[in-house]
């Protein structure tokens, strides 16, 4: 991957990515969200907010002081429905008048069989409120005053997750970023749609990448590939795990993640399970009773 442009933006200060271009950073770093969310105003003039963050009053001043003199938001652009990406879009459509624009609310795109089950757990961070304005159905168009974006659905993180197409560039919401790799959490999250949605990113050929969290991604390809890449040698530490015999997603986590903080071990479970569920899809592995958090998996 070539050299990125440096990256240290103060949060609440816009910085210019690239012409028609600003980042906003939100003040909320954590272990989940790196420096905070990545609010993006696209355009000049009459211009498109992508990822409003989460419900900080000092974020939303920040958003609205960003703006040039005379500019106006004209639409409100939200890649899925997460607490640190979905909760400031209400207050900004209340403050600007623009139309909130996503897939669906907090439910839409998830996979009904796994909303059916009990005993998953999950529904972290999700923000239970979300309701657009506006639904977009996959490869809609949205333009305004001098740009133009192409609605791309991408469930896999999220089921009503979508990445927003822009001028050969990808706003990848939490689906591709640079720093980490996307927490997978059924029911909400999928592992087999995640890992359509980043083969379909592949092909779309988008250099430069724009996530929700951390710089922006100069090989987009490149760094799309390493993803499809990690997943599956999980997949395979998974396999090989399981050939010593049944083990729950937690006992599996313990024995791959060796190198994380322990904060960190409940969401690498969550990724555990969605693998172990992906498996379960493709027959290669299977629970011993119904699909659940403290099931034993055994290779089928």
Known sequence: MTQPPPFDPVPGQPLTLAPGLRLVLAPNPSAMTGPGTNSYILGQGRVAVIDPGPAIPSHLGALLRALGPGETVSHILVTHSHLDHSPLAR????????????????AAGRRADLAALTGLGGGEGVDPDFAPDIRLADGD?????????????TPGHMGNHMCFEWAGALFTGDHVMGWASSMVSPPDGDLGAFMASLD??????????????????PDGPERIAALIAHRQARAAQIRAALASGPATAATLTRAIYTDIPPDLIPAATRNVLAHLIDMADQTIATPDGSIAIEAHWRLA
């Open 141 to 153: 168009p949205v333009s305004g005053d001098g740009w133009q974006i192409t609605a791309l659905h």
């Open 200 to 217: 379909r990113l592949a092909t779309r050929g988008a250099c430069a990448l724009y996530p929700g969290h951390g710089a922006p991604v």
């Open 91 to 106: 207050p900004l459509a209340e403050a600007t008048g623009a139309p909130v624009l996503a897939f669906g609310d907090s």
